[in-house]
Antibody
Framework: QVQLVQSGAEVKKPGASVKVSCKASGYTFTGYYIHWVRQVPGQGLEWMGWINSNRGVTNYAPKFQGRVTLTRDTSISTAYLELTRLTFDDTAVYYC????????????????WGQGTLVTVSS | EIVLTQSPATLSLSPGERATLACRASQSVNIYLAWYQQKPGQAPRLLIYDASNRATGIPARFSGSGSGTDFTLTISSLEPEDFAVYYCQQRSSRPLTFGPGTKVDIK
């Protein structure tokens, strides 16, 4: 079955960087976009960007432009999110999600999702 | 950026009742709107895409309607597992955006 498995929780200091991984299985990795969405505890969902897993082309939300980098390693079917210059406001659960496939691929609907990775920024 | 607003913020209902959730966009998104369900401690799950299409495996009690700026998610008869937070999301233009969510809780 299609599955996205993310790396474990991280604790970082302000100003540091974090890199979260998302390992895909059960489908052809290069056939779909991977999106990253974050959720501050107790709050809503915020889209950060996507990566075309085949070509490596990326698109970032303006809010994160300059601080976020999405990459992928097709040899191990894994996508990565790197966020730099962390502040306390970056404490959140970070999710990866694949574009939805109903038989027709909808790249900008999200499903399935990874389990989420909690990133805590603390001094 | 397209802003999505959802109403009400909280909906208190009993099992078996009908739930009607609204999502309004700050400008037209055509039919490019989806609904997600999120339970505590879980990732969101896609319910409805392109305003009215149920995602794979979603029960028929979930339905979506609307176009342009006004959309509705209806749960015809609430099951115990339906008590959760529901988010709408648009893909009409970047950045992709979500609404703030509607919490459906048990009355």
């Amino acid at each position: 079955q299609v599955q996205l498995v993310q790396s474990g929780a991280e604790v970082k200091k302000p100003g540091a960087s974090v890199k979260v991984s998302c390992k895909a299985s059960g489908y052809t990795f290069t056939g779909y976009y991977i999106h990253w969405v974050r959720q501050v505890p107790g709050q809503g969902l915020e889209w950060m960007g996507w990566i075309n897993s085949n070509r490596g082309v990326t698109n970032y939300a303006p809010k994160f432009q300059g601080r976020v980098t999405l990459t992928r390693d097709t040899s191990i079917s894994t996508a990565y999110l790197e966020l730099t210059r962390l502040t306390f406001d970056d404490t959140a659960v970070y999710y990866c999600a694949r574009g939805y496939d109903s038989g027709f691929v909808y790249e900008n609907w999200f499903g399935p999702w990874g389990q989420g990775t909690l990133v805590t920024v603390s001094s | 950026e397209i802003v999505l607003t959802q109403s009400p913020a909280t909906l208190s209902l009993s099992p078996g009742e009908r739930a009607t959730l609204a999502c309004r966009a700050s400008q037209s998104v055509n039919i490019y709107l989806a609904w997600y369900q999120q339970k505590p401690g879980q990732a969101p799950r896609l319910l409805i895409y392109d305003a009215s299409n149920r995602a794979t495996g979603i029960p028929a009690r979930f339905s979506g309607s609307g176009s342009g700026t006004d959309f509705t998610l209806t749960i015809s008869s609430l099951e115990p597992e339906d008590f959760a937070v529901y988010y709408c999301q648009q893909r009409s233009s970047r950045p992709l955006t979500f609404g703030p969510g509607t919490k459906v809780d048990i009355k």
